[in-house]
């Protein structure tokens, strides 16, 4: 009797936690008005929404189908923060490329403000933003972003997980924890210029953080946080474990910091800490240096939780592809075993001459649109954008989501077909809206090594193992929705020998 109370109070706030939002969101959607920006003369769609981190995905199965009425510009109030949302291959590029500098700034949030507190490189804003990412950009290139030598690195990890893999003699198994370890220490080795044992307390403890932390944004208390900042702060609840797990991460990061200090040669730095920690040296005589602690440490996690939680999700989606499209995965195995072969490992070399798995690659990266959103933007000054003024620091969202199945760009958007990626004659076929890594000044600074990883996780993978699903399991690869993102549903995998 207890435990069924227990199960209908669990299902009970379940309900309230999901359905409370969809139900604000379905009256005011109702009750929206025309409404105009300062010095705009053209009437913009206003949505009276609540605003708390889980809104966002709730919100946003919907844009498309709202410009369809209100055009790929339109304004949403979420509380009573005011949002411009721009729809579309044609509108996204028009603000974050065309008018880069406009629409580069980063939008504050309750979230961000306590925990990177405006440091870091993907939450700052102004000078503070613009050096991070000049030397973030040029340290990752120093240490073998698109190089020969962090793809040796990637090769190496790559094979470590094979033999995790082969551990599992052809049973099912999750592989969410395998695909994070590995993804993770090729961000540990650009950053911390080391890679860690899969057993390790420390490494599977930071990896726990970051993977709770993912997760923990779109809790009902943390919704609550985000609606009400100003009065949840003073508040115990589990919304205060988020903070702690940052400082933990912080603190383990800090735990580093240290000990490269220790062993820090300025004539060769072996990694990002240590290029950071050379920079905070030069320039040790100006006090408004952006170049401090503080930016260290939220720099690197911003960087460690860019490089695996993305990657992983997407390696993991596309293993469920594999499984759900088994003609696809075939077709892949033969172009691998027709270019590399059995003998040797794929290379980045090879990805020219392997058109079918590059289309292959990049449509699941479309498909599962990891990123919906993307980050929020805001605009830096008064801007004239398609016949409105949006006035300096109003909150922008380009969705990505929209221009990753823009219908004017792909043929049946909603569909996984590598042949939105291929020409006539099965040659692979750039377009111009493959937009998951943003675009712009705010595009992710890891691009590069994402693809490479990518490439060289799955071709290692399908070289090496034939996939299977467990008997009875239903393969479903609409996305589950986890803080700003999307993350694929729980499945299990068999992996035989080839």
């Known amino acids: 009797m207890l435990n069924s109370g227990l199960g209908f109070l669990t299902s009970g706030l379940d309900f309230f936690r ?11 959607i109702y009750r929206s008005v025309t409404g105009k920006f300062k010095n705009g003369d053209q009437k913009l769609l206003i949505l009276g929404v609540l605003w708390v981190p889980g809104s966002i995905p709730l919100l946003f199965p919907f844009p498309a189908q709202i410009s369809k009425t209100y055009g790929p510009v339109f304004t949403i ?3 009573s923060l005011r949002v ?3 729809c579309g291959y044609e509108t996204v590029k028009a603000a974050l490329v065309d008018q880069a500098d406009a629409f580069g700034g980063r939008a504050e949030h309750p979230l961000t403000e306590r925990t990177s507190k405006g440091h870091g490189l993907f939450f700052s804003n102004g000078e503070t933003w613009s050096q991070l990412r000049r030397f973030s950009l040029s340290t990752l290139r120093n240490f073998g972003m698109g190089k020969r030598s962090i793809e040796e690195r990637i090769q190496e990890e790559a094979q470590c997980l094979l033999e995790e893999f082969r551990k599992t003699k052809g049973s099912p198994f999750d592989p969410t924890f395998f695909l994070r370890r590995s993804v993770s220490n090729i961000v540990c080795f650009v950053v911390f210029g080391e890679r860690f044992d899969y057993d390790d307390a420390e490494f599977q403890t930071l990896l726990r953080l970051l993977n709770e932390n993912a997760r923990r944004v779109d809790t009902f208390w943390v919704q609550l946080y985000g609606l009400f900042p100003h009065l949840m702060k003073h508040l115990p609840g589990p919304h205060n474990k988020l903070f702690e797990n940052f400082e933990e991460q912080k603190r383990y990061v800090a735990e580093m910091v240290q000990k490269h200090e220790a062993t820090l040669e300025p004539a060769s730095p072996k990694d990002y800490i240590d290029a950071f920690l050379i920079r905070m040296q030069q320039e ?3 006090p408004r240096t952006i170049f401090h602690q ?3 440490l939220v720099s690197a996690l911003d960087l460690f939780f860019a490089g695996t ?4 999700n997407s390696l993991k989606y596309g293993l469920l592809i594999f499984l759900k499209y088994p003609c696809v995965t075939r077709t892949m195995q033969e172009e691998l075993d027709r270019v590399v072969g059995r003998d040797r490992v794929p290379s980045m070399e090879d990805r020219m001459r392997m058109p079918y798995t590059d289309a292959v690659i990049q449509e699941i990266q479309r498909f599962i ?3 919906p959103v993307g980050v929020p933007h805001s605009v830096t000054q008064d801007t004239h954008f398609r016949g409105f003024t949006i006035p300096k620091g109003t909150t922008v969202f380009p969705v990505l989501g929209s221009v990753l199945h823009d219908p004017t760009q792909f043929q049946e958007p909603e569909n996984f077909d590598p042949g939105n990626f291929l020409d006539e004659s099965g040659g692979f076929k750039k377009n111009v809206a493959f937009m998951p890594f943003s675009a712009g000044k705010r595009a992710c600074p890891g691009e590069g090594l994402a693809r490479m990883e990518l490439f060289l996780f799955f071709t290692t993978l399908l070289q090496t193992f034939t996939l299977s699903s467990p008997a009875n399991q239903e393969l479903d690869v609409t996305p589950e929705y986890s803080g700003f993102g999307k993350v694929p549903r729980q499945y299990q995998l068999c992996l035989l020998p080839r």
């Open 18 to 28: 999901f359905s409370v939002p969809i139900f604000l969101f379905s009256i005011l």
């Open 77 to 79: 109030y979420l509380g």
């Open 84 to 86: 411009v949302v721009l």
């Open 284 to 286: 040790k005589g100006n």
């Open 294 to 296: 503080e930016n260290l």
């Open 309 to 312: 939680e993305t990657i992983s």
């Open 369 to 371: 649109d990891i990123t």
